[in-house]
C-alpha cells in the first residue's frame, strides 16, 4: 500500500515540478499515469503481481508521468528502478533532461545511463591507439579522443562525442568481453558506468541491455529482478526485441572457416603460455573444432544436393527438420556447446598471463568462444522439439547457406524471466491497443494470464475533433490493383498544397520511387525524399523551407512514420498513401502465421490486423504533437471504407473530425 509520506512526496514534486518549469500546465492524462504506476507499484491493486500496460499518447507527458510515480515508491520499499526504452534519442532525453528537471525540483535520486559495452571505448586500447597509429589511420582523432576523456570533457560514449566516428576507427577503442576487463581497467569508460552499483537508484537502458542481462538470468548487468521496479517504454517494440535478441544465425562454410584456423589458433597459445593445465582443454578444444567444422561442411554439402531447396530461401513448414539434418543438429549442439566449454576454460587459464603479445591471440580466442556459444544456441534450436515451434530457415547466397532460427513466439520468455521474477513492471507506449484493445499486446507479451496486470488508457490532452480531420476520398483503385501507384501519381498534386508543411507515408520503398518518378515537374516544391540523404539533413532542409515561409514535401516510409517529431508549422498535411501491412515474405511471419492456422485461428484477424492497427496509428499520431497543433490527414486507401475491417480501423484511430466520401 502508499503511504501517506510517498502520496505526500509525489504531490509534492509534481507541484514543485509545474512551479519551476515556464509553461507547464497540468495534464489530466500524465496526473493519472502518476497515479497509476504509484498505486500499482505500491501494491494497491495485487500484492504479488504488481503489474500495469498503459497507453499513453503523445501529449499526456508519460516520461516525467512514469518517473515521478515510481521513483518514490522505490524508495519507500527500497527498490531499484530500470528504465528500458527503443530509441537512443529517449534515453538521452530521460537522463538530461527528464531527470534533471526531477532533479532541480528535489528529487533525490542517483541516476545511471549504461549501454551495451560496444558503445565504450576501452582506455587502454584508446591509449594504444593514439600513440601508435599515424596520422592517416586516425591518431589526430584518437589525440582529440584521449585528451578530451583525460580533461573530463569526454566520458568515453561514442554517441556523446559531438561528430560521428567512422566505424573504421571506433573499432579500434570500443569495449570488449576480453581486452576491457580486470583490475587494470577500472578507468576505462564502461566500467566506470558499472562502479558502485549500490549507489545507483535509476538505470536508464535499451531492450537489448535489458534482454542481455535477464538471459544471464538477471542480475548481472542490471540489479536483481526481484529487486527492481522495471518500465518498459515504447513497450509495443519489445517483443520484436526480444524476438531479435534470439534469432540465431550460420554462415556455415563461414563458421567451417574459423573453426577450421582454431587448432593453429591454440598451438600458437602454448608457444606463449607453457601451463601444463592449459594441454588437456587445448586438446579437446583442437578435436572439437575439427568435428564441428566438418559438420558445417557436411550440412552444406547435403543441402546443395536438396531438390527442396531450389529457390534462394526456404523455411522449414512447421519448424520440422529432416530426419538426417535434424540428427546432425543434435550431434552439433553437443560439440558447440562442449567447445563453448572448453574455450571458456583456456581463456580463464590465461587470463593472468595477459601481455601486449598476446592479447591479439585472446581475442581471436574470445570471439571463437562467442561463435561456439552462437552455434551451440543455434543447433539447439534446430534440434529441439519446441512445444511453440521455432521458424527455421535456410538463404543461399553467391558462396554460402545461412542457416537461421527464430523463436515465434516470446511470451513465455518474458514471462518466466522478467514478469514473474520481477517487483513491479510498468508497460508504456502510445499504441499498446490494437483494433482489439490490450489482448494481442498482452498476449504476445506474456501477460494475458497475469491476473495481477491492470490496464489503463490515459485520456489526451488533443481536443481532436478541433485539431484535425481525417479525409478519405473516393478513388478509382483498389490498393491490391498494379494500377493503384499511377493513380497515386495523379492525385497527390491536388493534395499537395504549395504552401503547406506536408508528410507523404508510402507503404513500399519501390512505390515511393515509382511515385517520386511519375511526379518529376508536377509539384509546386521538389519533394524531399527519404533515402535520398541522410535523415537529419532532409529534416534540416525541411524545417528551412518553413520558416523561409515556403511549403515543404516529405516522401518517406515506415522509417519516417514513428518517431518523427514535427511540432507546430513543421506539419500540417499528413498524406497515407496506403494502409501499412506488412508483406509476409519474411521466414518469421510466415512461421507465425503457419503456427495461428494450425490452431484453427485466422492468421489475418489474430496477426495482420492488430499489426496494421498499430502502425496505422503510429503514423497518425505524426501529425499533433502538442495542443496548439493543427493540420488535416489524408488517407488514400478506400479499404478503411470498402472491407469489414475497415471500421475497427477507424475506430482504433483518434477521433478526429471524418471526411469520408461514400
Known sequence: MLSDKTKTEIQRLYRTL????????????????????????GGEYHRQQRLLMAEAGTGVGKSLGYLIGALPVARHHKRKVVVATATVALQEQLIKKDIHQLVKAGLKVEARLLKGRQRYCCLHKLQSASS??????????????????ATGKWDGDRDSWPKVIPQEQWRNLESDRLSCSGAGHRDCPYWKVRDKPEQVDLWVVNHHVLLTDLAQGG?????????????????HHLAESARSFLEQHSRLLADKDWLTRLP?????????????????????????????AGGQ??????LGRQRFFDEPQYRFPEGRLPKWLKHVAEDQHAAAQKLNGKLQQVLALIDSDSTPKLLPLQEQLLTAMEGAERLQKLWGALAADQTIPWAKWLERTD?????????????????????????????????LQSHQGFSHAARELGLGKMEGCQYKVLPSPFDYPNQGRLVIP?????????????ELAEVLPQWLPANEASLVLFASYWQMEAVVKKLEGRLPIAPLVQGRENRQAMLDAHALRVKNGQGSILFGTGALAEGLDLKGELLTNLIITKLPFAVPDDPVSQAQAEYIEAKGGNAFMSLALPQVARRLV????RLLRSETDHGTIVLLDRRLVTRRYGAQLLNALPPFRREITR
Open 618 to 621: 503510429q503514423a497518425a499520431g
Open 474 to 486: 473516393a478513388m478509382k483503385t483498389d490498393p491490391s490493383d498494379s494500377a493503384f501507384t499511377d
Open 297 to 302: 561442411q557436411s550440412v552444406y554439402q547435403w
Open 132 to 149: 601508435a597509429a599515424d596520422l592517416f589511420n586516425g591518431a589526430d582523432l584518437y589525440q582529440k579522443l584521449l585528451h578530451s576523456y
Open 399 to 431: 558462396k554460402d547457406i545461412i542457416l537461421s532460427a527464430a523463436p515465434i513466439e516470446v511470451a513465455n520468455e518474458l514471462k518466466y524471466k522478467l514478469w514473474e521474477p520481477c517487483a513491479g513492471a510498468v508497460l508504456v507506449s502510445a499504441t
Open 264 to 292: 593453429g589458433w591454440l598451438d600458437e597459445l602454448q608457444g606463449f603460455v607453457k601451463k601444463d593445465s592449459l594441454v588437456g582443454p587445448s586438446m579437446v578444444v583442437q578435436d572439437t573444432a575439427q568435428e564441428l
Open 18 to 41: 509545474g512551479e519551476q518549469s515556464p509553461g507547464f500546465r497540468p495534464r489530466k492524462g500524465q496526473q493519472q499515469l502518476i497515479a497509476e504506476v504509484a498505486k500499482t507499484l
Open 219 to 235: 542480475g548481472t548487468l542490471l540489479p536483481d529482478p526481484d529487486n527492481t521496479f522495471y518500465i518498459i517504454d515504447e513497450a
